[in-house]
């Protein structure tokens, strides 16, 4: 993780901008607890597999989210070791919880175990 540091007023408005929108500020929020797959936030957001994978790209480009390659799987999860961690967690910090969400899906036997 790195040092907290100062964000200068451009950059901490790009990452507002990118977090205004309402899906990846949801999706940034479950990837702060869970690593998660395009497939599980299809059926989360009952969005198609390009928009999902769009979100995912703005979030990644921003260095706000890590990947992790396993198999023929990608799963993404919140980068701890951005320089813009500390500022992303402050803005998620008091939404409300992922885990009725991902309840959801795992009711419905798309946990996870889709990508298998």
């Known amino acids: 993780m790195q040092p907290k540091q100062e964000m200068d007023i451009e950059t901490s408005a790009r990452l507002l901008k990118l977090l205004g929108d309402k899906t990846r500020l949801t999706m940034v929020k479950?990837?702060?607890k869970y690593e998660c797959c395009v497939c599980e936030f299809?059926?989360?957001?009952d969005m198609s597999q390009p928009?999902?994978?769009q979100h995912l790209k703005k979030l990644k480009d921003a260095g706000a989210v890590s990947e992790a390659r396993r198999g023929q799987w990608i799963f993404y999860s919140l980068n701890q070791d951005s320089p813009y961690y500390?500022?992303?967690s402050n803005i998620i910090r008091d939404l409300p919880k992922?885990?009725?969400k991902v309840e959801k899906i795992e009711k419905q036997g798309k946990r996870i175990a889709c990508c298998k």
């Open 42 to 45: 299809t059926d989360l957001f």
């Open 98 to 100: 992922p885990s009725d």
């Open 30 to 32: 479950m990837m702060s």
């Open 51 to 53: 928009a999902i994978s």
């Open 86 to 88: 500390g500022f992303i």
